[in-house]
């Protein structure tokens, strides 16, 4: 059974780091993608960033040289790491997973598997 567990949300100041963790059992990192997602208040769950089966990462423009995506092989973790954080980036942050090796890792319809998501907020 598949299951993905995100911790790590909490509120900080803009410029400061977070960084989110996605606990995972029931799935092999070389036979499944890992990704994050975002959802902010009234709008759509966005793609952030995804780890590919052979360890290469995607990351959304938006958060291109600020995120970095990291993965614990002993824990079956995958990590967000966050800097520079801006209030643009307040949302509910979810992890997904899917099997199988399809490139379309920025694409919600991919994903089989999605954890309960972490809320962050950036502000003053």
């Known amino acids: 059974q598949v299951q993905l567990v995100e911790s790590g949300g909490g509120s900080v100041q803009p410029g400061e780091s977070l960084t989110l963790s996605c606990a995972t059992s029931?799935?092999?990192?070389?036979?499944?993608?890992v990704g994050w997602f975002r959802q902010a208040p009234g709008k759509q769950r966005r793609f952030v960033s995804a780890l590919q089966r052979d360890s290469k990462t995607y990351y959304n423009d938006a958060v291109k040289g600020r995120f970095n995506l990291s993965r614990d092989n002993a824990e079956n973790t995958v990590l967000l790491h966050m800097n520079s954080l801006e209030p643009e980036d307040t949302a509910i942050y979810f992890c997904?997973?899917?099997?199988?090796?399809?490139?379309?890792?920025?694409?919600?319809?991919?994903?089989?598997?999605w954890g309960q998501g972490t809320q962050v907020t950036v502000s003053t």
């Open positions: 997904a997973a899917y099997a199988g090796g399809s490139p379309y890792v920025d694409d919600t319809d991919e994903y089989t598997y």
């Open positions: 029931g799935i092999t990192f070389d036979a499944y993608v």
